[in-house]
């Protein structure tokens, strides 16, 4: 049984001139039993949220510039943590589902002992539930299909996660290609993404300032228009980089062209926990053409 709990696991939550999410995410965490919560909030000026922090009884920190969705790492602030002990890291708008089992730390502490090859387990995001007045449910449910693709013999899944809800082991930086070496849990150990859940014909206040601060900005926040599909873009981008170093290592080993070629590189890419990212790329290329 893990001696993680909810109580003790360091969570971090990177926050951006987003105040109505954050709010909702908070109280949920707390409601699981989670205490030891750091904000780290990426330069924001939206005032709802300042007041929203200063109020907060919880860590904040409040970083000089917006480091973006890699904070934890791009600040280089917290590395006395997430360098040597296991820690929780999430989106600002990403809240564990209300039918979660309430053991959600030590779940994902027990999968990683169980995939020492992965270097980090989180919560499935729910994509049953999306209301038809999302604007982009359709694209959601596209983006999302393959992640439920490749399921384990625990019933979870080998998937990428990027910073939504997912417990990491220490010492990995976001730079390297493990970084990406992911597992997902099956239901009903799941999260929903709120953004999702909005209806996207009633754009608030907090949504046109938001909208207005991240425009021109390469980021992976999630919000209700268009700048889904670069987030994709922009995290396949990453996962095509690791792969190509992968395949400069293998033909320092085999000779491409070779009738081992194929098998070789299935087997190479599965050792270092690349091969189902292979097979989700080639078929997310596909799509795109």
Known sequence: MSALTNESVPVFIISFNRV????????ALEGFGFQNLTIVDNASTYEPLLDYLDKSPHRVVRL????????????????KIIDHEKFILNDSDVAPAANCPV?????????????????????????????????????VLAWEKPFWETKLPDGHYEAAIDTTFALYRPGIHCDEDRWWRSIRTAPPYSAVHLPWYQNTANITPEDAYYQRAVAGISSQWSITD???????????????????????ALRGRVEPGASSW????????????????????????RRMK
Do not use: C
Not at 20 to 27: A, C, F, G, K, Q
């Open 20 to 27: 109505s999410y954050i709010r909702e995410v908070i109280h």
């Open 64 to 79: 000089s510039q917006n480091f973006g969705h890699l904070a934890l790492w791009r600040s280089e602030r917290f590395s």
């Open 103 to 139: 053991d959600i730390t030590g779940m994902l502490d027990e999968v990683l002992e169980r995939y020492p090859r992965h270097t980090k387990a989180g919560l499935s995001l729910r994509i049953d539930d999306l209301p038809d007045f999302y604007a982009f449910k359709d694209q």
């Open 226 to 248: 268009p700048v889904l599909l670069k987030n994709q873009n922009t995290e396949l981008q990453h996962q095509i980089a690791a792969l190509k170093r992968e395949i400069a």
């Open 262 to 285: 194929k098998r070789a590189a299935k087997t190479g890419l599965d050792t270092v926990g690349l091969l189902t990212l292979t097979q989700q790329i080639r078929e997310k290329l």
